[in-house]
């Protein structure tokens, strides 16, 4: 298995708060890694580092798409990184909510499109059988998670759990070789977390991403990830497998003193 | 070194008058994050309605510096009573619509208020009833500094001296404090949001109908159209300090009017509007955050 | 709806209120200068009158406001289904869109010069507020200073025509690149602001322009302005004013359909998608893969280039300019044109631009409470119908097999 992500001692600071604090971790191809961790661990900001959104203080940050050469990211902008190949979703959920459901999905593949405004406004035939391509890419992703029939609706009008299977849509749209998930369970019933569940291992048997998941929900965890990264105050304090993490005493102090949640 | 002293001192009058105007959009956006674009007109209704009572009174053979505290009692209840009326009826609905919305209400409350003072008075510059006394003791630093400077530095300090004090130290000031950390939290605690958002609006108008009052009397005229730009610059005075903090408005205006003084002084006073706008777009793209400000991050 | 016993004693209230707050202003004139007083005690009674029936009319407004949340049909919602299936139903909008055309051909003849000429104005309105609706109907960023551009247009023109002795058409596409240039210039410092900041500093922009035009005498000739620019020609034929008139409403017909057609194919588009997610949220759409810079600067210089084009046309209809055509109020009617139309819909603000534009013109009573209106149009929209009078309209998009379908059968 060869490596596609590889995450160096990563530091982020805000003012006098370090919310992360020399964090490495790997994430290599067809695997699911789940970052688990309290509230406030800092697992949304190792996110937010790696996806470009912020500038991390300190640390490398290299990815290795499939047959190219490795390139360090820390310090791109969010659009590069998503061109690259890593897509995310959002804890709190960030849908284009006055746009339809397709146009969400349509949007994730702007960055494998070319339509330039001259182009848009000639609309010859590259641009047609881009259009066309979009389009069918769209529908066949809204189908993989089950939202074909609201594919005309705003994003906005979807019930919760069907806006975050949305967010899912709109992030494999780009074409990525990793997919970041954040808390893709928080909020949904038992029902659709299982639904969710089959999904997520479905992106990685058949399309064969790898991904990288931030999760509460410890049942589903436990079901889908190959590896476990537990941080604590911006600290990474365990990794291994889901055994091995579900006995180990430092992850379950852990846990024991934040009683709020998983 | 005398020009340099009268410069310094109409700089400074310039500038309190920038940092009465500017607490109002910095408080208000501290705590409801918008810029209250029809602030620059209740400082112009403070100032037309202290215009309309003194003017009523001096013709009706009231005369002295009576008068000029009636009327600025009056400005100031008027200037409160707008902007009460004003969040309630163009900014409340809104709580929670996209970012846009309010804003764009604001700039249409902003000319609403315009035009109807231009309709419901006049387009035509008034002339402002020369109010404030001209003081004798004064008379040696006459060529320095005027007694209506003077006055305006001693009201404007007294003000914000008084809103320091209100909001360290009052119940309602504690609220205020809370708002603008958490508006969420300080709900959950028992803070009445929405008062603290009225009460909040009502302070930020009596000072700047403070303002307008001493600005009338000042310059000696007025019409509809002087909230326009002042606004604008006491908005750039509250973006030079750090928006939403309140030493920032005052250190922001005064800057803003010293610097104003000394290029109208010494430079050309025709691009004398231009220049603060410069320091508006400067300071926006150099430094967002302000001189005191801190830069914060936006959370994902 | 009958107000209830409740409603009434608040509108009783708040007519009271508002008889004190309108009191100094509504009922004491004051003449400073001549020592005169006037009370009208009159307009008390009419502002009791008028802010209590409005008071009424607000309550029931609000209340349906927050009842359309329930899922019950209201008067807005039923405006909103018509204009979907207005727009998705070929066999109503393409006769609808015949007929006016039609109509917009046949002018000239059904209605004198002087109605022509006004037409002219409005049509002119309607293309800068499809250029404005660009930047902030669709991408999101408020531009109060959009006005800036279309006197660059203008200038351009004006200075090309009275120095060099550049002709019209030659120097129509050159107002749009100018226009647009100066939008990618102003645009690149304010990339990284915020929203409310963008405002504020295009609102500087625009008064910077006008004070700039004001006082460079070398160049622009100052408050004076600039006088005896060309009119627009064709093939050097002499044409009377009446025939220019026509020549000049015939071209902004024209550039009307242009600009709908350009914006709408756009708005269709991997770009006009794009604009739309930056609108909807900055950070989604940049780890969507989208470039900000670029997508901010494509709507704000395409915005801008409809400005200037329209500019030249301005200063050639008009002949003359000076810098008091380009003032605030002028990127404020603009932006009331694009919030009464509707944030990015096409059709919303082509009738917006008629209405303001015309209304005023023909209804003196309009005209002087214009800028009133256009202030109270900006915050009612705001509140009741923060999405115009015809909401933006997405494309129905099916998938590829059955478009296939649809083109066979
Ligand atoms: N933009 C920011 N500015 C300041 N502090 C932040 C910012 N983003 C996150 N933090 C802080 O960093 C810590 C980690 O937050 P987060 O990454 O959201 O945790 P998690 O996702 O594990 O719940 C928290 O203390 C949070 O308050
Ligand atoms: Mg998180």
Same mark, same amino acid.
């Given at each position: 298995?060869?490596?596609?992500?590889?995450?160096?001692?990563?530091?982020?600071?805000?003012?006098?708060?370090?919310?992360?604090?020399?964090?490495?971790?790997?994430?290599?191809?067809?695997?699911?890694?789940?970052?688990?961790?309290?509230?406030?661990?800092?697992?949304?900001?190792?996110?937010?580092?790696?996806?470009?959104?912020?500038?991390?203080?300190?640390?490398?940050?290299?990815?290795?798409?499939?047959?190219?050469? $490795?390139?360090?990211?820390?310090?791109?902008?969010?659009?590069?990184?998503?061109?690259?190949?890593?897509?995310?979703?959002?804890?709190n959920i960030r849908l284009f909510s006055a746009?339809?459901?397709?146009?969400?999905?349509?949007?994730?593949?702007?960055?494998?499109?070319?339509?330039?405004?001259?182009?848009?406004?000639?609309?010859?035939?590259?641009?047609?059988?881009?259009?066309?391509?979009?389009?069918?890419?769209?529908?066949?992703?809204?189908?993989?998670?089950?939202?074909?029939?609201?594919?005309?609706?705003l994003a906005r009008n979807?019930?919760y759990? +069907?806006q975050?299977?949305?967010?899912?849509?709109?992030?494999?749209?780009?074409?990525?070789?990793?997919?970041?998930?954040?808390?893709?369970?928080?909020?949904?019933?038992?029902?659709?977390?299982?639904?969710?569940?089959?999904?997520?291992?479905?992106?990685?048997?058949?399309?064969?991403?790898?991904?990288?998941?931030?999760?509460?929900?410890?049942?589903?965890?436990?079901?889908?990830?190959?590896?476990?990264?537990?941080?604590?105050?911006?600290?990474?304090?365990?990794?291994?497998?889901?055994?091995?993490?579900?006995?180990?005493?430092?992850? *379950?102090?852990?846990?024991?003193?934040?009683?709020?949640?998983? | 070194?005398?020009?340099?002293?009268?410069?310094?001192?109409?700089?400074?009058?310039?500038?309190?008058?920038?940092?009465?105007?500017?607490?109002?959009?910095?408080?208000v956006y501290g705590i409801i994050q918008l810029i209250n674009?029809?602030?620059?007109?209740?400082?112009?209704?403070?100032?037309?309605?202290?215009?309309?009572?003194?003017?009523?009174?001096?013709?009706?053979?009231?005369?002295?510096? =009576?008068?000029?505290?009636?009327?600025?009692?009056?400005?100031?209840?008027?200037?409160?009573?707008?902007?009460?009326?004003?969040e309630r009826i163009a900014y409340r609905p809104l709580r929670g619509a996209p970012r846009l919305s309010p804003l764009i209400s604001a700039?249409?409350?902003?000319?609403?208020?315009?035009?109807?003072?231009?309709?419901?008075?006049?387009?035509?510059?008034?002339?402002?009833?020369?109010?404030?006394?001209?003081?004798?003791?004064?008379?040696?630093?006459?060529?320095?500094?005027?007694?209506?400077?003077?006055?305006?530095?001693?009201?404007?300090?007294?003000?914000?001296?008084?809103?320091?004090?209100?909001?360290?130290?009052?119940?309602?000031?504690?609220?205020?404090?809370?708002t603008q950390?958490d508006m969420h939290m300080a709900r959950l605690?028992?803070i009445d949001v929405d008062r603290v958002i009225s009460?909040t609006f009502?302070?930020?108008?009596?000072?700047?109908?403070?303002?307008?009052?001493?600005?009338?009397?000042?310059?000696?005229?007025?019409?509809?159209? *002087?909230?326009?730009?002042?606004?604008?610059?006491?908005?750039?005075?509250?973006?030079?300090?750090?928006?939403?903090?309140?030493?920032?408005?005052?250190?922001?205006?005064?800057?803003?009017?010293?610097?104003?003084?000394?290029?109208?002084?010494?430079?050309?006073?025709?691009?004398?509007?231009?220049?603060?706008?410069?320091?508006?777009?400067?300071?926006?793209?150099?430094?967002?955050?302000?001189?005191?400000?801190?830069?914060?991050?936006q959370k994902? | 709806?009958?107000?209830?016993?409740?409603?009434?004693?608040?509108?009783?209230?708040?007519?009271?209120?508002?008889?004190?707050?309108?009191?100094?202003?509504?009922?004491?004139?004051?003449?400073?200068?001549?020592?005169?007083?006037?009370?009208?005690?009159?307009?008390?009674?009419?502002?009791?009158?008028?802010?209590?029936?409005?008071?009424?009319?607000?309550?029931?407004a609000l209340s349906n406001r927050h009842k359309r949340s329930d899922r019950?049909?209201?008067?807005?919602?039923?405006?909103?289904?018509? =204009?979907?299936?207005?727009?998705?139903?070929?066999?109503?909008?393409?006769?609808?869109?015949?007929?006016?055309?039609?109509?917009?051909?046949?002018?000239?003849?059904?209605?004198?010069?002087?109605?022509?000429?006004?037409?002219?104005?409005?049509?002119?309105?309607?293309?800068?507020?499809?250029?404005?609706?660009?930047?902030?109907?669709?991408?999101g960023?408020l531009?109060?200073?959009?006005?800036?551009?279309?006197?660059?247009?203008?200038?351009?023109?004006?200075?090309?025509?009275?120095?060099?002795?550049?002709?019209?058409?030659?120097?129509?596409?050159?107002?749009?690149?100018?226009?647009?240039?100066?939008?990618?210039?102003?645009?690149?410092?304010?990339?990284?602001?915020r929203g409310d900041?963008?405002? *504020?500093?295009?609102?500087?922009?625009?008064?910077?322009?006008?004070?700039?035009?004001?006082?460079? $005498?070398?160049?622009?000739?100052?408050?004076?302005?600039?006088?005896?620019?060309?009119?627009?020609?064709?093939?050097?034929?002499?044409?009377?004013?009446?025939?220019?008139?026509?020549?000049?409403?015939?071209?902004?017909?024209?550039?009307?359909?242009?600009?709908?057609?350009?914006?709408?194919?756009?708005?269709?588009?991997?770009?006009?998608?794009?604009?739309? +997610?930056?609108r909807e949220d900055?950070?989604?759409?940049?780890?969507?893969?989208?470039?900000?810079?670029?997508?901010?600067? =494509?709507?704000?210089?395409?915005?801008?280039?409809?400005?200037?084009?329209?500019?030249?046309?301005?200063?050639?209809?008009?002949?003359?300019?000076?810098?008091?055509?380009?003032?605030?109020? $002028?990127?404020?009617?603009?932006?009331?044109?694009?919030?009464?139309?509707?944030m990015?819909?096409?059709?919303?603000?082509?009738?917006?631009?008629?209405?303001? *534009?015309?209304?005023?013109?023909?209804?003196?009573?309009?005209? $002087?409470?214009?800028?009133?209106?256009?202030?109270?149009?900006?915050v009612l929209m705001m509140i009741f119908r923060p999405q115009?009078?015809? =909401?933006?309209?997405?494309?129905?998009?099916?998938?590829?097999?059955?478009?296939?379908?649809?083109?066979?059968?």
């Amino acid at each position: 298995m060869e490596t596609l992500l590889q995450v160096n001692d990563l530091t982020m600071n805000f003012g006098g708060l370090r919310a992360i604090d020399h964090v490495s971790l790997e994430v290599r191809s067809g695997e699911i890694v789940a970052l688990i961790g309290p509230n406030g661990a800092g697992k949304t900001t190792f996110f937010n580092c790696i996806t470009g959104l912020y500038r991390p203080s300190a640390g490398e940050i290299r990815v290795f798409p499939p047959g190219q050469k $490795e390139i360090r990211i820390d310090g791109f902008k969010p659009n590069r990184v998503t061109a690259i190949g890593m897509a995310r979703t959002f804890q709190n959920i960030r849908l284009f909510s006055a746009m339809t459901v397709i146009e969400n999905v349509m949007i994730g593949r702007h960055c494998r499109t070319s339509t330039n405004i001259l182009g848009a406004i000639l609309r010859g035939p590259r641009t047609r059988r881009q259009e066309l391509e979009t389009i069918d890419k769209s529908y066949a992703l809204l189908e993989k998670v089950g939202l074909t029939r609201y594919a005309n609706e705003l994003a906005r009008n979807l019930p919760y759990g +069907a806006q975050r299977r949305l967010e899912i849509a709109r992030a494999l749209a780009t074409d990525p070789f990793l997919l970041l998930l954040d808390e893709p369970a928080a909020g949904m019933n038992p029902r659709e977390t299982k639904e969710l569940d089959d999904l997520i291992v479905q992106i990685r048997d058949r399309d064969g991403l790898a991904i990288l998941l931030i999760e509460h929900d410890m049942k589903l965890v436990m079901n889908i990830s190959d590896r476990i990264v537990v941080m604590e105050y911006g600290k990474r304090i365990a990794e291994g497998t889901p055994d091995a993490i579900r006995n180990d005493p430092k992850v *379950i102090e852990a846990y024991l003193g934040d009683e709020t949640d998983a | 070194m005398e020009y340099f002293l009268q410069l310094f001192s109409s700089g400074l009058t310039r500038g309190s008058i920038y940092a009465l105007i500017a607490l109002g959009y910095t408080m208000v956006y501290g705590i409801i994050q918008l810029i209250n674009f029809a602030h620059g007109e209740i400082y112009m209704i403070g100032a037309f309605v202290a215009l309309i009572v003194s003017g009523v009174l001096t013709i009706y053979g009231f005369s002295g510096a =009576s008068i000029l505290v009636f009327a600025a009692v009056v400005a100031v209840i008027y200037a409160a009573a707008y902007g009460y009326t004003l969040e309630r009826i163009a900014y409340r609905p809104l709580r929670g619509a996209p970012r846009l919305s309010p804003l764009i209400s604001a700039i249409g409350m902003s000319i609403f208020l315009q035009n109807y003072v231009l309709l419901a008075q006049t387009p035509d510059f008034l002339p402002f009833p020369a109010l404030i006394p001209e003081f004798e003791f004064i008379e040696p630093l006459a060529h320095i500094i005027g007694s209506a400077e003077l006055v305006i530095l001693t009201v404007s300090t007294i003000s914000m001296i008084a809103l320091t004090a209100l909001i360290k130290y009052s119940r309602i000031g504690k609220a205020m404090r809370a708002t603008q950390q958490d508006m969420h939290m300080a709900r959950l605690v028992g803070i009445d949001v929405d008062r603290v958002i009225s009460v909040t609006f009502v302070i930020g108008s009596v000072l700047a109908a403070i303002g307008g009052v001493l600005v009338g009397s000042y310059i000696g005229q007025i019409n509809f159209y *002087i909230g326009f730009m002042a606004g604008i610059k006491a908005f750039t005075a509250a973006v030079l300090g750090g928006i939403g903090n309140i030493p920032g408005a005052v250190l922001g205006g005064l800057v803003l009017g010293l610097s104003e003084a000394f290029a109208a002084g010494y430079i050309s006073s025709a691009y004398e509007d231009v220049f603060a706008f410069g320091v508006l777009v400067l300071i926006l793209i150099l430094r967002p955050a302000g001189l005191l400000g801190r830069a914060v991050k936006q959370k994902v | 709806m009958l107000p209830g016993h409740r409603s009434i004693k608040t509108a009783l209230r708040t007519a009271l209120w508002f008889m004190f707050l309108t009191l100094p202003f509504m009922v004491v004139r004051v003449n400073t200068l001549k020592g005169e007083v006037e009370w009208r005690w009159q307009n008390m009674l009419w502002v009791g009158l008028a802010v209590f029936l409005l008071a009424i009319v607000w309550d029931i407004a609000l209340s349906n406001r927050h009842k359309r949340s329930d899922r019950k049909p209201s008067a807005s919602q039923t405006l909103s289904r018509l =204009s979907q299936r207005v727009f998705h139903d070929k066999t109503v909008y393409l006769p609808i869109i015949a007929g006016v055309f039609c109509l917009a051909l046949l002018f000239p003849w059904l209605f004198n010069t002087y109605q022509v000429n006004i037409m002219v104005l409005a049509l002119m309105f309607v293309v800068l507020g499809l250029g404005l609706n660009i930047t902030v109907g669709l991408a999101g960023l408020l531009d109060l200073g959009y006005i800036a551009f279309f006197a660059v247009g203008a200038y351009t023109y004006a200075l090309l025509n009275t120095k060099f002795g550049v002709g019209f058409w030659f120097s129509l596409p050159i107002g749009g690149i100018v226009g647009a240039t100066f939008g990618i210039l102003l645009g690149f410092p304010i990339l990284r602001l915020r929203g409310d900041y963008l405002a *504020i500093v295009t609102l500087g922009f625009g008064s910077i322009a006008k004070i700039v035009f004001e006082n460079w $005498e070398e160049v622009f000739n100052g408050a004076k302005g600039i006088a005896g620019i060309g009119r627009p020609g064709l093939f050097n034929i002499e044409m009377s004013l009446e025939a220019t008139t026509t020549y000049i409403y015939y071209l902004m017909v024209a550039l009307v359909m242009f600009a709908a057609f350009m914006t709408n194919r756009l708005k269709e588009s991997r770009i006009g998608r794009a604009w739309l +997610a930056l609108r909807e949220d900055e950070i989604a759409c940049v780890t969507m893969g989208i470039d900000m810079a670029r997508t901010k600067l =494509s709507a704000y210089a395409f915005g801008a280039f409809w400005a200037g084009l329209v500019g030249v046309i301005f200063a050639a209809r008009n002949t003359y300019i000076n810098p008091n055509s380009f003032t605030f109020m $002028e990127s404020a009617l603009v932006l009331s044109v694009v919030v009464l139309g509707g944030m990015g819909s096409i059709v919303g603000v082509m009738i917006a631009a008629m209405v303001l *534009i015309l209304l005023p013109e023909y209804l003196r009573a309009v005209a $002087e409470y214009r800028m009133l209106v256009f202030g109270a149009v900006m915050v009612l929209m705001m509140i009741f119908r923060p999405q115009g009078l015809v =909401s933006n309209v997405h494309r129905y998009y099916r998938k590829h097999s059955e478009t296939d379908a649809a083109q066979k059968g």
